[in-house]
């Protein structure tokens, strides 16, 4: 998910000096399933915060690249990302480009906190799945469909009473 933040990331970055959380919507579909195109992301400063794999993070490529990517590799001074959606990694970047971190996300007027455990866990799932992970993610959208076209033709039509 690639935005253009420099006309407004002094307000972001000034609004994390304060402790304040920012909301913006995400762009793209590299982050999908969990993240995808149209959804409002939630930001919190990374700033002295340990950073964990599986992490969704707000990552500074160059002067005018931005991405939420999730974190799959910590090295002495590297860190590694990847979009849920891609096989491949992103370059390398150093601690000083990680923005923020993804704390929550808002899709259809329903938020998910992505600090609880259940979305840490899929993260981390989904990290150590890799390369397979957008395949895996393919098979189990169809085999979803399947269900629940299942469950209709199981319940019936619905009748008036």
């Known amino acids: 998910m690639t935005t253009d933040l420099r006309s407004i990331l002094p307000v972001i970055l000034e609004a994390f000096q304060h402790g304040s959380r920012v909301r913006m919507s995400a762009s793209g579909g590299s ?58 990694c992103d370059p390398p970047v150093r601690r000083s480009h990680l923005l ?35 395949d895996v993610f393919r098979v189990l959208i169809r085999a979803r469909r399947l269900v629940l076209k299942a469950c209709r033709a199981f319940t019936g039509p619905a009748t008036a009473a």
Request: aromatic letters at 10%; a positive charge; charged letters at 25%.
């Open 31 to 88: 982050m999908a399933p969990f993240i995808l195109d149209g959804d409002v992301v939630e930001l919190e400063a990374v700033d002295g915060m340990t950073v964990r794999l599986g992490q969704i993070l707000l990552v500074r490529h160059s002067d005018d690249c931005f991405v939420l990517h999730r974190l799959v590799r910590i090295r002495p001074g590297e860190y590694s990302f990847r979009g849920d959606a891609l096989t491949r």
């Open 100 to 134: 923020a971190r993804v704390v929550g996300v808002r899709r259809q007027r329903r938020a998910r906190d992505l600090p609880r455990w259940f979305w840490q866990f899929g993260g981390l799932v989904w990290t150590r799945c890799s390369p397979l992970a957008p």
